[in-house]
């Protein structure tokens, strides 16, 4: 009733948008500590589809990933919301407000409260004509203090208690119909204590308070 798919690298979100686009039209909030926007458009060097699977959800890329079954695009720039992007990001920010996708820092997501921010969020991939939206989350989202086992563990991420009342926010409304998770590398958590965490806040969000 509820996928949850788990993954290597945030690549795997475009499996999930593409089954969604076969669908309808649906959005994404991404929950992630970088915006995964590399194109040709603003990049010399692209190729790498972990650090570019949004631009290429929304058609920027090689066509052989932007156009599979002519479905290009998979999912439109107006229906993502990108939530936890680290605030020296100025780039990255600035190109995706001039597209009108919405981003929430992590200071912004502490300054406006969590849960409020949530359901604000929530409540704009609640409405007609999306039919529904999906979750992706990065593991990179957290802190490097408490989640190292990431392959870009930037700093300043988000707190355990912090992301777990954000994903129980997100899926928790009856229009999310899915999640995966990724980025965790387990050779970079040889004691699995990154791991046991990260398992701990997904069960954390389904579980009832």
């Known amino acids: 009733d509820f996928p949850l798919v788990l993954g290597g690298d945030c690549s795997i979100q475009l499996g999930a948008s593409l089954a969604l686009r076969r669908l309808g039209r649906y959005g994404l909030a991404a929950v992630d500590a970088s915006a995964d926007f590399r194109h040709p458009g603003n990049s010399a060097h692209v190729g790498a589809a ?9 058609g920027r890329g090689q066509e052989d990933l932007t156009n599979l079954e002519g ?3 998979y999912l439109r720039d107006e229906d993502i919301r990108l939530i936890g992007i680290r605030d020296y990001f100025h780039d990255d920010r600035a190109e995706l407000a001039e597209l009108k996708i919405p981003t929430m820092t992590v200071a912004e997501l502490r300054e406006w409260g969590i849960p409020e921010l949530t359901l604000a969020v929530v409540q704009t991939l609640e409405v007609p004509p999306l039919e529904g939206y999906w979750v992706h989350l990065d593991a990179d989202v957290l802190d490097p203090r408490v989640m190292p086992a990431v392959d ?3 700093p300043d991420g ?4 912090e992301l777990t009342l954000l994903l129980k926010g997100l899926v928790r409304s009856p229009r999310c ?3 995966n998770v990724t980025v965790y590398d387990p050779d970079l958590d040889p004691e699995g204590g990154a791991g046991a965490l990260l398992t701990d806040l997904i069960v954390a969000a389904f579980t009832e308070d």
Do not use: N
């Open 50 to 58: 972990a650090g570019e699977e949004l631009a290429l959800a929304t």
């Open 158 to 161: 988000l707190l355990p208690h």
């Open 152 to 154: 870009s563990p930037d």
């Open 177 to 179: 119909v899915g999640m």
């Open 71 to 73: 479905l290009r695009p």
